[in-house]
Structure formats: structure tokens, C-alpha cells
């Protein structure tokens, strides 16, 4: 199983991006998806994240602007980000708490799972 991302770029400040992510394979269930950020020298943190039901949690910084949201059919999850500002600029990792998917005809489960990261730059 693998998260892939997409949607990252470079966007003035002041504009909008979208990100998505999604895992390949047979996936049976997946519960919390979510967002987090990281930038150079600083810790991962976190910028939303949403249940199997659709409870959200954001990062303070973040609420008003972006809004996370998942469509369960396609165990997708996306970061709409709005008003972006140039100390959004971060690569952006898709997360997942934990995923249950089939290989074969055995069925495994995953915890803490990680996508590769999609670059944000935001030029002021």
C-alpha cells in the first residue's frame, strides 16, 4: 500500500491549493486521515485531520482557511487551503492512523502510515 499525493506547487500568496491523497491497493477500511506539515529544521506538524465519520480536527493556525475532507468510496482524503501565506510554504504529508488492505487473500493492517510528501511554496 502506498499514499499518493498530489496537488502541491507554487501559488502566490493569497491563493488557493487543493491536495489529495489516496492509497493504492486493496484497501478494506482506513479510520483517520490526515494532514501534516514539515518545513526544515522544524518538527512534523500536524494540519487537519478527519475520521471514518467526519469529525475534523485543525490546527488553529489553519481554521477559517483550509478545510479537510474525505470521500470514503474512494478512501480519498484532500486539503483545500485558501488564503494561502508564505509561512504555509512546507512539504505536506498525507497521513493515515491506520489502514486494513487485502494482499492475495491474505489481509494485513497498517498503522501511522506516511505519503511522500507534496511541496507548497508560497511566494509573497
Known amino acids: 500500500v502506498q499514499l499518493v499525493e498530489s496537488g502541491g506547487g507554487l501559488v502566490q500568496a493569497g491563493g488557493s491549493l487543493r491536495l489529495s491523497c489516496a492509497p493504492s491497493?486493496?484497501?478494506?477500511?482506513?479510520?483517520?486521515m490526515g494532514w501534516y506539515r514539515q518545513v526544515p529544521g522544524k518538527a512534523r506538524e500536524l494540519v487537519a485531520s478527519?475520521?471514518?465519520?467526519?469529525?475534523?480536527n485543525y490546527a488553529d493556525s489553519m481554521k477559517g482557511r483550509f478545510t479537510i475532507s474525505r470521500d470514503n468510496a474512494k478512501n480519498t482524503v484532500y486539503l483545500q487551503m485558501n488564503s494561502l501565506k508564505p509561512e504555509d510554504t512546507a512539504v505536506y504529508y498525507c497521513?493515515?492512523?491506520?489502514?486494513?488492505?487485502?494482499?492475495?487473500?491474505?489481509?494485513?493492517?497498517?498503522?501511522?502510515?506516511w505519503g511522500q510528501g507534496t511541496q507548497v511554496t508560497v511566494s509573497s
Open positions: 491497493g486493496s484497501i478494506v477500511s482506513i479510520n483517520t
Open positions: 497521513n493515515v492512523d491506520k489502514v486494513t488492505f487485502r494482499r492475495g487473500t491474505r489481509y494485513f493492517t497498517a498503522r501511522n502510515y
Open positions: 478527519i475520521t471514518e465519520g467526519g469529525s475534523t
